[in-house]
């Protein structure tokens, strides 16, 4: 049976909405992508934030920081810091994202587990969360 703990951190999840993927639809118009279609699972990021001691204190330096959220995913989507729209401010992160922050952080691994390369072998041996049913969660 696994140890769960949890750690010292907030999290941030990011998917991304419609109007982000027309824009990248109208920067890249010869490959477009139908939104609709999207695999919301795999869509989206994970961010680790600071832990705060409140959600209206993680949403404050949200905002004051959504610039290096909305660069970072920008550039993912086009190099071509010309063709992002502007200003890169809450408004547009609001736009472009639906979010989510959560409080709990719960690490799955021991706490060694970034330390080794040997976990990763764990999983392809088939250890790990082999009594863990993922099917009924």
Not at 5 to 25: C, E, G, K, Q, Y
Not at 35 to 40: N, S
Not at 76 to 91: E, G, R, V
Request: net charge negative; glycine share 2%.
């Amino acid at each position: 049976m696994h140890d769960f703990f949890s750690i010292n951190r907030n999290a941030l999840i990011l998917r991304p909405t419609r109007d982000l993927i027309d824009w990248a639809n109208t920067v890249f118009p010869e490959d477009p992508i139908d939104y609709d279609d999207m695999d919301q699972h795999d869509e989206q990021d994970v961010f680790l934030l600071p832990d705060f001691s409140s959600t209206e204190e993680t949403l404050e330096w949200l905002k004051e920081n959504c610039e290096d959220f909305l660069a970072h995913i920008l550039e993912d989507w086009c190099m071509d810091k010309n063709a992002w729209p502007s200003p890169l401010d809450w408004p547009l992160f609001e736009r472009f994202f639906q979010y989510s922050i959560e409080t709990s952080v719960v690490d799955t691994m021991d706490e060694g587990y970034d330390d080794s390369d040997d976990d990763l072998e764990d999983f392809e041996d088939g250890e790990g969360f082999s009594d863990f049913d993922f099917e009924d969660n």
